[in-house]
């Protein structure tokens, strides 16, 4: 931690910010400048929140040198960590492809696209039975009936299940029917849900919220990690700026930079930043020529039919077509799917 | 609804839009122009999502006529809708100056504030019992202690407790302490939340999520309006955008725009914004000037030893001295405090 | 400067890094900690840019002490330095209201202009001669002829004029006829402009590019300062950010960081950010009661005709009216129209 | 165009607003809707600007439906617009993989740097002789001297040179000098450089600002490609928005939605999003995977000595590294290198 003092601050300030640094176990370093004098605090106290030292009189700013998370750091675990789903295995070579429609809409549309995406190498089949949506007058799912689909079609199919719990109070029922337990964008910082989630052994898909730092994905990310029962994958979904063509920017630098800071495998929803079924796979293209560990992709028989989000998913065969193009730029850059 | 056809859309597209219009139970006129077929569909189904329409072969784009929140509107009552917290009234000429500390840390330094804030003229006492942390490594509140200790500053004050509640679970023992039950932030679009305060009886302060558009506020608000139990006062507290001299950016056109489109109070926090003490006046001056309806002003007795967020507190002082120029910008604006 | 190495930066990185530092003419201390190893440079040579220590192996990150402005640093001169327009001073307490027409159309629309906001209390008149305009299919201004108008306008009303310049090789002719030469958002880091800017003797009004930071806004006004010729006034008219109700985020919070660190007079305009006459008022008042030195208000004695701007232009009626409202807030806030 | 009126607006209003339509030579149709009467205006009048419509009382809000841009429009010419720089071609199938130095700093390190990116596989130099910098303490280039290392560069190597044009007044002797002419993303939107370009008959690499529009960035290209004379490339280098990790957030959706509206060839520039030249090659990939015509790549010799943006140079060996990289990526999406 580093602390700048004001230009005007005196002696007595100075000594004052020393005594709390100290105060806190940490080392003091005094520095002095031209314009500005500057107090080093030497030692590891991340959980102490940077606004604690500008309520201090006399201090200009400050500036961490370690980032606050620790448990997702890289330098906690060199090697990309792998999450085991069934059969399938998240962090490795071979990409892991999740797809399938957005929300769970009956047996035999999520059949159809279960087997679909089957077909085209997808290793999980993704669908939602709660879904949040930003107008209460929007259909928000079929819930366990939607769990219960989801749980026949991977009978049939064998794939695991990857669905998304909106609420504490639905993580156990979740939990009974999911292979993969989804937290979406708008849940990002919903600690109860994260606390809730941390207490059951399984993995956990990340979404990072549309206006999410990187770090604070990764401090999201600590909720869960920290009592060592669930591990998680976190997923790259686009953010909110001022672009208008598309319906969020998607990161691919957020991306190249989570590989290199955090261990935990990284997989990127290029649906939903497109909002447009055209522009998906150049997006899902370019994530995995990037480095992702996998996508997760909206898949649906009938995209015009669809209750939610029909714009972004693509047909079967659209996906299929998709999956070949992704083979040869998996092999391209070292990865199979 | 206006439907903007591609331009190479055949009349077989065209009419297979219209089959779908008139199937949802609108009108659909063809209007033909020069570059491209628009399809108007008249009536009002605000239920069915932009994404439907997007889905359909042909179509290029969609615009809606209509915006999607009904019961927030100011269509709806002209007037701005009162919301009464015990004795203090939310939306009239007299300002609602709501303050107190972040957290809620003992009761000595709540009493203390909520004596300092009553003397210099709020009319409501703030303080977190649940505290939302980006970092699991950070203090999370008293959490029940911390509502016994609200009702305390009540009881010696009378002023009303406003605090956040942050899951679902919660609502029912912050419903037993609280006046006015906040949601943060964060929260905006935690609908589970949202959907269980609208079985209560008491006020929602509701907060702008940091990157939500004001129809996105709108829309999480009919959540909690549409049972008819909750009235909603609405906040607003800095958006995230590139500008990195302040936590966020305090829009104040989207004060204006809300006071223009919704019938609901509108308040204001310029603490968080602000990030610093010393530009919390001006940003509240500002709001007052633009026509908040009230603000929720952070007030520490010691912001040097705050557990949260004290960077950006008030002390005592300073937030008396803010009320006496805030009196002279209310009054000239039509209001009092 | 602060230096932060990598964790596994070795000895002889750190020593090679001392060595740069020391080359520059700057003290070196190394502060060993526990996770990383930081170097304190310790001298002013804001000159070197950040990316020059980046690009050395084995470090991290550096952290600026200094900002990299000087010449506008509240440091440099305490007080706000006024800039005498005429016989109007910005700067002072009394508030500088500069208005007018977005473009010059007509000698008859500009002098009912004119003349409309001098009856209103405005001390200077604004008027483009010269449109920048995102389509070049757009009206792109009168330009010599504008200027005549202008000259004649002032001779009328007595109003100094402000009008903006777009090219280096206009700034000869404007100079002839402005009191201030305006320099638009789009040019805010148009470096030919400045420097040809900075060698006449007239005001310069230096807009805020729509995503510039407060540290970039003041470094481009040293690009004009530095000559010692012409003093500079900051126009803050709003940012780019995902808000879609406004045409732009007006950020109060940066009227009031700019207002802590430079010693340059700030005016808003809020007619730009508001985009809708509706939300010139509010913005107007956040803007004076929020200490801003000034305004800028587009106003046409005919909205519904303008060239350009129309739906954002106050007719004189509302400018009126908006006048007497302002003087209510400005007197409340120690200052006077 | 569609015109939604205001809920309230009369009979008189409409029928005004009918009448301002058919003045403008178009025909109007009026659609009267349950709680919202709209007027549809059709023809093709895309230079009549919004703002013009929207001062008209009673309207609440106009649509347009044509895009702004024209002649950069893909409805122009459905197949992608081919660029000849001396023997090498943009937008074909092979790549155009465009490397240099950010500013010309010497012939050796000039002459090195053209060298080494030509034997990776390089098809053009890119150097800057004019640099725009935010601080104007900063180095700004090498200007005529630079120009004149370029051209010796371009007769030692045979590569053709692209280099940036700051000003009107240094477009004739940028032409003597350079292959293309790049357009900086500061001068996006300065038009009177923009119409000086479009006097010449050299390609120009046109660069999205930092916080512009798809639809701002073709009305740019419009500027210089309605004379006829010069032909544009497309070229994106990230936007502005609140990530932190890195210098720009680079928008793949942008590229991908640009390769579907516009025929102008696009290229990407990953050194100036990255910031760090860790960074560069993923950004690189992830552009050719989603169909970008070619990169503009920083190379440096020895970046530590770089006089600007060292951080994000790669060295000829990384370079190297990357263009055997991507050859493969440019394979698996039907392009070469």
Same mark, same amino acid.
């Given at each position: 931690m580093i602390i700048v003092m004001q230009k005007d601050a005196d002696e007595g300030k100075i000594r004052h910010v020393i005594e709390r640094v100290e105060g806190k176990g940490l080392e003091a370093i005094l520095l002095r400048g031209e314009q500005r004098n500057v107090i080093a605090a030497i030692g590891d $106290? @991340? *959980?102490?929140?940077t606004e604690y030292w500008l309520a201090?009189?006399? !201090?200009?700013k400050t500036v961490p040198? #370690? +980032? $606050? %998370? $620790? #448990?997702?750091? @890289? *330098? !906690?675990?060199p090697q990309t960590t792998t999450v085991k789903i069934n059969d399938c295995v998240v962090g490795e070579e071979k990409l892991s492809i999740i797809a399938g429609?957005?929300?769970? *809409?009956s047996m035999e549309q999520t059949l159809c696209a279960a087997e679909a995406v089957k077909d085209a190498g997808a290793v999980a089949l993704r669908g939602g039975a709660y879904k949040p949506r +930003?107008?209460? %007058?929007s259909f928000r799912g079929l819930e366990k009936e939607g769990l219960e689909i989801l749980a026949e079609a991977r009978r049939k199919t064998g794939l695991p299940v990857v669905t998304e719990v909106l609420a504490p109070e639905d993580v156990e029922i979740v939990y009974e029917y999911a292979d993969v337990m989804q937290v979406g964008a708008r849940n990002m910082q919903n600690y109860s849900l994260l606390d809730e989630l941390s207490k059951f052994d399984k993995p956990v898909l990340l979404k990072r919220g549309i206006s999410a730092t990187a770090e604070e994905l990764l401090l999201a990310s600590e909720y869960i990690l920290r009592t060592g029962n669930a591990p998680v994958i976190l997923c790259l979904r686009g953010i909110r700026t001022?672009?208008?063509?598309?319906r969020f920017t998607l990161s691919i630098g957020a991306l190249a930079h989570l590989k290199r800071v955090t261990h935990l495998p990284v997989i990127v929803d290029p649906s939903h930043p497109a909002g447009d079924s055209n522009l998906v796979p150049p997006l899902a293209k370019a994530a995995v020529a990037a480095g992702a560990d996998g996508l997760l992709v909206e898949v649906h028989p009938e995209p015009e039919n669809a209750y939610v989000d029909g714009a972004q998913s693509l047909t079967p065969e659209s996906f299929n077509k998709l999956m070949g193009e992704l083979r040869l730029i998996a092999s391209a850059v070292g990865r199979e799917l």
């Open positions: $106290k @991340r *959980e102490i929140p201090i009189p006399g !201090v200009e040198i #370690l +980032s $606050k %998370y $620790k #448990l997702a750091s @890289r *330098e !906690v675990s429609p957005c929300s769970v *809409e +930003s107008s209460p %007058y001022f672009e208008d063509h598309t």
